[in-house]
Every structure is written in structure tokens, then in C-alpha cells.
């Protein structure tokens, strides 16, 4: 029982993240921000700045998505050649996620039912889970805004997501980090 509440409580974290159609997850939409002066590609160790999620979770729920997006996030970062160095980092990394529930109602139009006693209308109703999570790169000794991707993806079917958590959420971290460290002026 606790493990469906933890799915549950980690999806509604992640929700803040993802979701269109008829499909389980939807498109990722990722916008990027950065310092264009800053040349971002000198960088070699990283530390972690403060995360923050945005859920109604229990503690020990939010532990466990959080260590399963440090541990994403940490994995993209050291494909990249980047060392975590709490000690001595020129960058410190933290992010922001979180999930909104969306629903809706339809009446479809009325139509004979299947024992011929009448017409009928039918209601829809649908909720689908916006997903958002915001990673952030500072300035390990000046704090300055360097670096920004938010990602955004509706998810339809939250068990789905939620059933292979450590997948989605390294294909979110996947997408924003993506174009991390942006070319410099002179590349």
C-alpha cells in the first residue's frame, strides 16, 4: 500500500513536468535560458545548490523522488565529463519540480440506449498530470543565474509513468541537459 502512494505521491511531483493526447506521456516542451557572456564550457565540477519540490508528499516519499532525480541528474552530468566536487565546484546545480493535476467533463450527445427505453446522455471525464521541472546553474562564488532549462510534459496515465519512474525522469533530465553547456562565442 505504501509503495502505490509513493508512486502516486511521485508522480503528482513529477506531473509538474509532462502530457497531450490520447498517448501515456506526451512530447517534452523545453525552453532553455542562459548568461550568453559566460562561457559555460570551462566548467569542470559541479555541487549541488537547494532543490525544491512542490508536492503534498510525505517526507520519506519526497526523499525517494529526490534521490531519484539527483541520481538522473547526477548520471547526465558525469556523461558530460563534469565531477562532482562539493569542496571546490565552479557551478552549483539545484532545480524545482512539482505536478498539477488538470481534469474536464464532456456531455456527449444524447443518443437511444441499447434497450430502445429512451435517450440518454453520456459524460467524460478525463484528468491528465502537467508535469514541470526547472534545472538551474549558479556561479559557484558569484550565485549568478548561468545556465536554465525548463521542461514541460503531460502525462496521461500516471500509474504508466509512474511504473518506470527512474526511464522518465531520465529522459526529462536527458532533454534538459541536453544542450548543456551551451557553445561559447568562440566554439
Excluded at 123 to 135: F, K, S
Excluded at 151 to 164: E, M
Aim: glycine fraction near 6%; charged fraction near 20%; include cysteine.
Amino acid at each position: 500500500m505504501a509503495t502505490c502512494k509513493t508512486r502516486w505521491s511521485a508522480l503528482s511531483v513529477l506531473a509538474i513536468l509532462l502530457l497531450p493526447s490520447a498517448s501515456p506521456t506526451a512530447a517534452q516542451k523545453v525552453t532553455i535560458d542562459s548568461d550568453k557572456s559566460a562561457n559555460l564550457t570551462q566548467f569542470k565540477r559541479y555541487a549541488w545548490g537547494k532543490n525544491h519540490m512542490m508536492t503534498a508528499l510525505r517526507p520519506e516519499d519526497v526523499s525517494s523522488v529526490e534521490a531519484v532525480i539527483n541520481g538522473s541528474i547526477n548520471r547526465q552530468m558525469q556523461s558530460k565529463g563534469y565531477v562532482l566536487d562539493d569542496k571546490n565546484p565552479d557551478f552549483r546545480i539545484s532545480y524545482d519540480a512539482g505536478a498539477q493535476i488538470e481534469s474536464g467533463a464532456g456531455l456527449k450527445p444524447l443518443s437511444m440506449d441499447t434497450y430502445g427505453q429512451g435517450w440518454v446522455a453520456s459524460m467524460d471525464v478525463w484528468t491528465t498530470t502537467l508535469a514541470q521541472m526547472q534545472i538551474s546553474i549558479v556561479g559557484a562564488s558569484s550565485n549568478a543565474p548561468l545556465w536554465r532549462a525548463m521542461v514541460s510534459q503531460k502525462v496521461s496515465d500516471r500509474d504508466k509513468f509512474l511504473r518506470d519512474l527512474n526511464k522518465n525522469i531520465d529522459k526529462i533530465t536527458a532533454n534538459a541537459l541536453k544542450k548543456f553547456p551551451p557553445a561559447s562565442k568562440g566554439s
